[in-house]
């Protein structure tokens, strides 16, 4: 098989990234924008040693799983890649995917599957917004990246956004070219303006609109006091100046410029308050069914409870009125500030939470002869370090219960823990980004006695 040959396949499974799966002579070929049951023609455009990956030419038999786009972006935009599948197929492919990467990268663990829990919405989800500003002959826009680059799509309207989000955007760059304010130039490293960035309380309808510039210029005051008056729910604007030359959106230094930077909501019936650098999770009903899932799997009731990568401590307290006691750790100091008020704003007097890394705080904590009973561990994409998890192992809890945005890492940590004496005992998905190649999973371990 070489470039440019025409093949045909039978899609059998997809990957994370959207794509189809076939094989020819044996080598499995990655087809976008196939869905499981496709016989297409295939034209190839690359062939590496033992993998190739290929273009539609022809669907000749399609997918009963197939259905219409109605994004006019989609392919074009990097958000979505299963927006051409529907819903049912698309959770198939994804429990199918944390399946498989505990299969490969597990070593030889064997949980107990769960039925993946899917969103009870597939649109206007997002409860965040980010957006690039790029400018055109006609002016400034915003959108997302193409896939692997950072060009700029322009996009009208996100249907995995509420529409209000659509109307806030419209109006802020509608300002943006009526002041003639600058936009940030990436490969240059001139302008002002980079990013969009809000942020809407599920229950509450608080929202905080957080401008991300490169300095401060006067015209961005005038852009608060219109677009409070204009949109009543934004309890707040926030000027975020990220100076450097870096692909990281937010930078240190935060002005308010109308209102407050904090939206207040609730998860899991607890009260919390939520800064732009909060890690926060971005579909709130799907998440409040994933913690449920983790406090059954942690069976925190009367147990001391760590809860390391903790965030705004919205895992944690979910579980705080059950618990005997929560110690959280968070290396974003906003974060842990915005887990202390959530605590006390719920009237928990058994909660602690401390500025740390994880694997830092860990071994500070195991140190202080600090023995939890049960340990949570939320870690970021990259998944734990190997101090994290030796840490944890050393403190011997009763139970272990990751939540992880990665099926990759996760397994590759559970087979760790499961080194250091953790029998890996249940694992289930949970669809938190319907339409995205992103799925988590939520996994119980148990210390193995003798």
């Not at 909060?278 to 001391?304: C, D, H, I, M, W």
């Amino acid at each position: 098989m070489t470039k440019n040959d025409i093949v045909k396949l039978e899609i059998t499974s997809l990957t994370s990234e959207g794509s189809g799966v076939g094989r020819y002579d044996g080598m499995a070929v990655f087809v976008p924008f196939t869905a499981v049951g496709d016989a297409i023609s295939c034209r190839i455009v690359k062939v590496l040693k033992s993998y190739a990956f290929g273009k539609i030419e022809e669907i000749i038999t399609s997918s009963s799983d197939r259905t219409e786009s109605s994004c006019p972006v989609f392919g074009k935009c990097g958000g979505c890649v299963f927006r051409h599948i529907k819903y049912e197929a698309e959770l198939r492919a994804k429990e199918q995917i944390v399946r498989d990467a505990f299969g490969r990268l597990g070593k030889n663990l064997s949980p107990e599957f769960l039925p993946i829990i899917g969103s009870e919405c597939a649109e206007n989800y997002r409860n965040k917004l980010q957006m690039p500003l790029a400018r055109s002959d006609n002016g400034a826009y915003c959108g997302f990246f193409a896939p692997r680059s950072h060009r700029v799509i322009k996009v009208e309207r996100c249907p995995l956004q509420p529409e209000l989000f659509s109307e806030i955007t419209r109006f802020v760059v509608e300002y943006i070219n009526k002041r003639h304010i600058s936009v940030y130039n990436e490969e240059k490293h001139e302008g002002v303006l980079r990013h969009i960035f809000l942020r809407k309380g599920y229950y509450s309808g608080e929202i905080c609109l957080c401008i991300v510039a490169r300095k401060s210029v006067p015209e961005l005051s005038g852009l608060a006091a219109e677009v409070t008056e204009k949109f009543p729910q934004i309890t707040g604007v926030v000027l975020n100046i990220n100076s450097e030359k870096t692909n990281v959106i937010l930078g240190d230094k935060e002005v308010v410029l109308k209102g407050r930077a904090e939206i207040s909501d609730t998860m899991c019936g607890v009260n919390v308050a939520i800064s732009p650098k909060s890690f926060y999770q971005v579909n709130t009903p799907a998440a409040e069914r994933l913690y449920k899932q983790a406090a059954e799997f942690a069976q925190p009731r009367g147990k001391v409870l760590l809860d390391l990568y903790c965030g705004a401590g919205t895992i944690g307290l979910s579980m705080a009125r059950e618990a005997k006691r929560v110690i959280g750790a968070e290396i974003v100091p906003e974060a842990v500030e915005n887990a202390k008020r959530n605590a006390a704003a719920s009237g928990f007097i058994n909660t602690e939470f401390i500025c740390a890394d994880a694997g830092e705080a860990a071994d500070a904590l195991a140190k202080r002869g600090l023995k939890p009973d049960v340990i949570i561990l939320d870690p970021p994409r990259k998944g734990c370090g190997e101090e994290t998890l030796a840490a944890c192992a050393k403190m011997s809890p009763e139970r272990i219960v990751m939540i992880s945005c990665n099926p990759a890492t996760a397994a590759r940590d559970c087979a760790r823990l499961a080194e250091l004496g953790y029998k890996t005992e249940k694992a289930r998905a949970f669809d938190l980004f319907p339409r995205t190649g992103h799925v988590e999973c939520v996994v119980s371990m148990s210390r193995i006695s003798g």
